[in-house]
Nanobody, 127 residues
Framework: QVQLVESGGGLVQAGGSLRLSCAAS????????MGWFRQAPGKEREFVAA????????YYADSVKGRFTIARDNAKNTVYLQMNSLKPEDTAVYYC????????????????????WGQGTQVTVSS
């Protein structure tokens, strides 16, 4: 079992930055690939970024590539999402998720590949 708690969301102006954190509890964090997803009102939950359990592989949605960075600290059981050059279209509830299987290079990219989810944190980008 993995429990996930996101933090760091808030209101920011376009062009600004935020760093989201996801604190995990449970023994399997260091062997879990982690991902960030987001869901805007009236839209489906969409993939944002993923990182393998080793931290050596990452993958990003095209819409955030070059602006967002995913990272993890296995000693702190925490995964981060650094978001720069934010745009109004980045406004959404952001969720972190954990996948409890896979190789050290695995970066799951669909919500169906994840076993555990946090409750989400709101990010609002004003124009």
């Amino acid at each position: 079992q993995v429990q996930l708690v996101e933090s760091g969301g808030g209101l920011v102006q376009a062009g600004g930055s935020l760093r989201l954190s996801c604190a995990a509890s449970g023994r399997t964090f260091s062997s879990s690939a982690m991902g960030w997803f987001r869901q805007a009102p009236g839209k489906e939950r969409e993939f944002v970024a993923a990182i393998s359990w080793s931290g050596g592989n990452t993958y990003y949605a095209d819409s955030v590539k070059g602006r967002f960075t995913i990272a993890r600290d296995n000693a702190k059981n925490t995964v981060y999402l650094q978001m720069n050059s934010l745009k109004p279209e980045d406004t959404a509830v952001y969720y972190c998720a954990a996948n409890s299987g896979g190789s050290r290079y695995y970066t799951p990219r669909t919500r169906f590949e994840y076993d555990y989810w946090g409750q989400g944190t709101q990010v609002t980008v004003s124009s």
